[in-house]
């Protein structure tokens, strides 16, 4: 079978090559492919007259190294199949973040046969003066995501390249630690031309020399930092409901929390409808505050935990999103919701519901409830098709609540008022609006200007009560105007 041998060259200069690995590099009846010439020992076996071809005219292909590191992967193949047995160099160790390794490994095309090299790890560890015990982690500075970082560890980068990749770094570095925060850029670590340069994290792409034996090691920040990471969040509230923690949060339950979860979700749609960013990072954070405390009394109590609530909202997102994590093609967004609902009612189904109604919760407010099962049954075809023929429905309500108060009759009067107010959602439904929202704004509305009222009658040092409603007109017409200028109340 044709085969691939893959040695290494080591993280320094030729020095630090066993005997073996320096006989295998220069050995002539085997042709030697080398990833990159930009490397000491190639620098050095160059002027000894080494033989070899370099993939380095690859690397201006592509702007994406995986797209770089594929096709030399499949040169190799090519190359092996052609010659029968090839040899290729890579610098460090093959198995250290040496990604055309990785791909060598995965297909079956040709035999990989792995003679080892020098791992520059322990002169990293010696040149930074850390100890991996501690917690490490150790990350390719092209292929990473700031999701992955562990910052409470030791954090090294290697391949830091070129100026392009280590500004990459420090940006997404910058999402999380301060400008300041010291790191170490290590270059050559262990060779004869080792330079450990301390910098300020601002710096990194700014005043070093880089190159392919460069790397960065980023020290460990106390978890008490992370106040805008997850994992302190968790701990904050675990911590609140602990032995050792608040007394009120302690003694909450699911049922205790019940109004704070609606309170909460009132006030951001308040911050949302004043365009208030800070006010919504506010109120969005009271929101999570709410799952946080339901997740941790559910793990206190065995039952669940944040994680299981997270796993179920992520399934379900994949799982009703088939137009994108999935082969289902889309036109637009009224298929989207089609096929939102069409999953969601197999879903439910499972659970046999024995009316389509008992999709809708029983703690919803009276508008949400009415503007539910209006929606439901629409999903049928049990709905208004015209708006004109809304408008004649509600006209029909509004004689029938006459005739209920023309008769005195409370329980009468009641039931027409209810069926007037559930005409009226169904023409604001038919509009796409909210009614619970829509009457929440209008609400809002008259505070503002009934405020203003009760503000302008108290400068003037009158009494509200006794003021004309032929005054009290002309100052609400007055609050109407400022509202409708700018002015602010």
């Known amino acids: 079978m044709n085969q691939i041998e893959v040695v290494g060259l080591g993280a320094g200069?030729?020095?630090?090559?066993?005997?073996?690995?320096?006989?295998?590099?220069?050995?002539?009846e085997i042709p030697l492919f080398v990833r990159t010439e930009d490397h000491p020992v190639i620098q050095t076996l160059q002027k000894e007259g080494l033989e070899y071809q370099t993939f380095d005219s690859v690397y201006q292909l592509y702007d994406q190294f995986d797209l770089v590191y594929q096709e030399i992967v499949g040169q190799l193949i090519e190359k092996a199949k052609e010659l029968g047995e090839i040899r290729y160099a890579v610098p460090g160790h093959p198995m250290l973040a040496e990604r055309t390794v990785q791909l060598l490994l995965e297909q079956e095309e040709v035999e990989i046969k792995i003679i080892g090299g020098q791992s520059y790890l322990d002169d990293l560890f010696t040149a930074t003066a850390i100890d991996p015990i501690g917690g490490f982690q150790f990350l390719d500075a092209t292929s990473f995501e700031r999701a992955q970082i562990d910052y409470t560890s030791h954090l090294i980068f290697c391949q830091v390249y070129d100026q392009m990749i280590a500004s990459e770094v420090k940006l997404t570095l910058l999402e999380d630690l301060p400008p300041e925060h010291p790191i170490l850029v290590v270059e050559a670590a262990g060779s004869s031309v080792e330079q450990i340069n301390p910098i300020p994290l601002v710096e990194l792409d700014q005043s070093v020399h880089l190159s392919n034996l460069t790397s960065v090691y980023v020290k460990p920040i106390e978890k008490e930092s992370l106040t805008h990471q997850f994992n302190r969040l968790r701990e904050v509230i675990a911590t609140l409901r602990g032995p050792n923690g608040c007394p009120w949060d302690?003694?909450?339950?699911?049922e205790s929390l019940r109004p704070y979860l609606i309170e909460e979700a009132y006030e951001l749609i308040d911050a949302i409808n004043e365009e208030d960013d800070f006010h919504i990072i506010e109120e969005l954070g009271d929101v999570l505050l709410q799952v946080m405390l339901h997740s941790?009394?559910?793990a206190d109590n065995g039952y669940f935990t944040i994680d299981d609530v997270i796993q179920s909202l992520v399934e379900k997102m994949i799982r009703r999103h088939p137009h994108v994590f999935g082969?289902?093609?889309v036109n637009d967004a009224e298929?989207?919701?089609?096929n939102w609902q069409a999953i969601k009612a197999e879903e439910q189904g499972e659970k046999r519901m024995i009316s389509m109604l008992d999709r809708i919760p029983k703690s919803a407010s009276t508008l949400v409830e009415a503007?539910?099962?209006?929606?439901?049954a629409a999903k049928v075809g049990f709905d208004w098709q015209d708006p004109q023929a809304i408008y004649l429905k509600i006209e029909e309500e509004l004689v029938e609540v006459r005739e209920?108060?023309?008769?005195?009759?409370?329980?009468?009067?009641e039931e027409e008022l209810g069926d007037l107010l559930f005409s009226i959602i169904n023409l604001a439904r038919h509009y796409k609006v909210n009614s619970?929202?829509?009457?929440?704004?209008t609400n809002k509305k008259f505070t503002q200007r009934f405020q203003y009222i009760e503000q302008k009658l108290s400068k003037q040092g009158q009494d509200l009560t006794k003021v004309s409603l032929k005054e009290l007109d002309k100052l609400w017409e007055e609050a109407k105007k400022m509202k409708s200028n700018g002015g602010g109340h």
């Not at 030729?14 to 050995?27: A, P």
């Open 327 to 329: 082969d289902v093609e």
């Open 296 to 298: 941790q009394i559910g």
């Open 250 to 254: 302690q003694k909450q339950t699911h």
């Open 371 to 376: 503007d539910a099962l209006q929606k439901e």
């Open 13 to 28: 200069d030729v020095d630090q090559l066993s005997l073996g690995i320096y006989r295998k590099i220069t050995e002539a």
């Open 335 to 338: 298929a989207v919701i089609a």
């Open 404 to 413: 209920a108060v023309k008769g005195g009759q409370v329980k009468e009067i």
């Open 436 to 441: 619970d929202l829509a009457l929440r704004q």
